[in-house]
């Protein structure tokens, strides 16, 4: 859910970075793309492989419009989310609103985040993707730019009120975006969804790692409005962008809901590890930067280059996990497990835990956060692909109606994590400190860990005797066929 030439156009990007980790499927099955039984087989019409091998690689017109639109979304949403981090909760403060206060301003962006996720999820055939999509992402970038205007207002109950109005907005309108974003991604790589969601989650990672930088810098040199008007205004300019470029995909209304989805224990197994991930992410906006800042008494503008190794490592890691769990689906569950377990150590170690009696230094913190937000990459990608798996294996129809039910809950068990985490996160920072309050996080991870690792052991005894006794009934019937044979 990404370098160091920003004057590169995305297209090439694109190009040049994610056509060498899709493994395309046949020109069949392109958009536009011809059917002819020779050229489906690998072999072009004049038995020219070299032809065939070309076409294979080549993304369609529509396909790589998809990739343009849903590149600009997260880069532009996470460099929006992510800037708050070095320097409001500091502004904050000073206007009068407490930790806790802070937090809850954090996770309140969750909850309506969930509300929104639920809604969009179910009426997304309805209200139509792309109108759903550029909407979104028109509301998200006018509320970025509100929101460096709140330092006009009075502080104490208006200045919060106002910054929980702004947050929720941003929240719903976000949602919108984002969950037509997945929904018409998937829908353009039925084959490749791991690889695809995770190369543009290198677009994320990148949104990531300059916005705490970008907006610790522009605070520091310009103030508290310029930061958020500047990346207000770019989210504002791809608006016109993606009206022109992006697909208008039609589906039928399905027959399934939310709860159907979320009735199948191997979804709502995952969906835990989507909270409780969340949760550890979302735990860290609030109270890291705070943290940093009275631990090593760095800058606001160094703060932000803290965040900086947790989001690159999970931009680059993102992508190579995709790719390894589309081209080996086996693997996502043991990828799945192994991340959540090593995310729990990172949260131990991020403080570091009291008990592990580690001296607290900056280079710890930050080697931390890199293994962090590697682990990151492990936990989450192959959670999509593994829920949309089971969904079709239990009736739920391949189309637009599907994808929008399993973005949507995606989405909603995705804020509810995120609204628990920076809210108890700030109420718990307060009460017993950064260090115990991570250690607590990591808790979390390690119990989503071993759930979903107990999960897939029973289910892999399951099948395995499934197996087995369908092999003793096959031998069975073989030899009561030969016995009436003989006779």
Known sequence: MHYSRPGSSVHGILQAGILEWLPFPSPGDLPNAGTEPATLHGQAGDGTPEVAMETSRRLSREQIFVLISAASINLGSMMCYSILGPFFPKEAEKKGASNTVIGMIFGCYALFDFLASLVFGKYLVHIGAKFMFVAGMFVSGAVTVLFGLLDQVPEGPVFIAMCFLLRITDAVSFEAAITASSSILVKAFPNNVATVLGSLETFSGLGLV???PLGGFLYQSFGYEVPFIFLGCIVLLMVPLNM????????????HSFWKLIALPKVAFLSFVITS??????????????????????PAGYVGLVFLGLALSYAISSPLVGLLSDKMPHLRKWLLVFGNLTLAGCYMVLGPAPFLH???QLWLLVLTLVINGISAGMSLIPIFPEILTCAHENGFEEGLSTLGLVSGLFGAMWSVGAFVGPTLGGFLYEKIGFEWAAALQGLWALTSGLVMGSFYLLEHLRRRRRSELQNILGTEEERTALLSDER
Do not use: A
């Not at 470029?245 to 399905?254: F, Q, R």
């Not at 735990?283 to 631990?295: H, I, N």
């Open 210 to 212: 300059l916005g705490p």
């Open 244 to 255: 022109c470029i992006l697909p208008n995909y039609e589906s039928d209304k399905g027959k």
């Open 277 to 298: 991930f969340s949760s550890c992410f979302g735990f860290l906006d609030p109270t890291l930067s705070l943290f940093v800042l009275e631990k090593f008494s760095l």
């Open 358 to 360: 580690i001296k607290s």
